[in-house]
């Protein structure tokens, strides 16, 4: 079966501190893997993915997720953390060569204190 | 500009009352999705369309009929609403690459 897991309903990290917020999958092959941002009363928005190749995916607003096929994890990162990254944010993944189907995480609520 | 509109926004309604959700998307994507977000934000898969075409239908009861008049248009009608219906409903489409792009929301409220 196919799955995706954010162990942590939330994470509490102070401004300027780097941040992780951690998401494991269960999918067999080589996974398509994705995650996004969820502001309060807004839609989704994509933040990056990792497809092939480098295991260090750079994405928007200076996040970046490194995929580790050993441990099956795809933790999102930022160096520095910033009051305004305080959102909700989703761990997706979709079965090799199927983009039609997208498997979300539970959500991990990110509060960045000042 | 906006890339995936939805309307309503908002929807207050009785229990027993049919009501759709529009969406629209003119970012020339094929492939378009209605998921639903519960109050523990859960988020669910429930229809995709390809081209006018469904291609998954996740066990959502048969109250619910999507319509995808054209491959830019994808509406989600709902008969006989339960209590449980009670959620937030996200159209969104895709790129080819995989990334999906969310229309805002439609908060559907059941009393």
């Known amino acids: 079966a196919q799955s995706v897991a954010q162990p942590e309903d939330q994470v509490k990290v102070a401004e300027g501190n780097p941040l992780t917020v951690k998401c494991t999958y269960s999918?067999?092959?080589?996974?398509?893997l994705f995650w996004y941002v969820q502001y309060p009363n807004r839609g989704l928005q994509f933040l990056l993915k990792y497809i092939t190749g480098d295991n260090l995916v750079k994405g928007s607003y200076g996040f970046e997720a490194e995929f580790n096929k050993s441990q099956t994890s795809f933790h999102l990162k930022k160096p520095s953390a910033l009051v305004s990254d305080s959102a909700l944010y989703f761990c997706?993944?979709?079965?090799?060569?199927?983009?039609?189907?997208?498997?979300f995480g539970s959500g991990t609520k990110l509060n960045v204190k000042p | 500009d906006t890339a995936v509109s939805q309307t309503p926004k908002y929807l207050v309604t009785q229990m027993g009352n049919d009501k759709s959700i529009k969406c629209e998307q003119n970012?020339?994507?094929?492939?378009m999705y209605w998921y639903k977000q519960d109050s523990k934000k859960f988020l669910k898969i429930m229809f995709s369309?390809?081209?006018?075409?469904?291609?998954i239908n996740e066990t959502v009861p048969n109250r619910f009929s999507p319509k995808s008049p054209d491959k830019a248009h994808l509406n989600l009608h709902i008969n006989s609403l339960e209590l449980g219906d009670s959620a937030v409903y996200f159209c969104?489409?895709?790129?080819?690459?995989?990334?999906?792009?969310f229309g805002e929301g439609s908060r559907l409220t059941v009393l």
């Open positions: 997706a993944v979709s079965p090799p060569n199927n983009f039609n189907k997208f498997y």
């Open positions: 970012l020339g994507h094929d492939t």
């Open positions: 999918v067999s092959g080589n996974p398509y």
């Open positions: 369309y390809n081209n006018k075409e469904l291609i």
């Open positions: 969104a489409s895709r790129l080819n690459t995989g990334e999906l792009f």
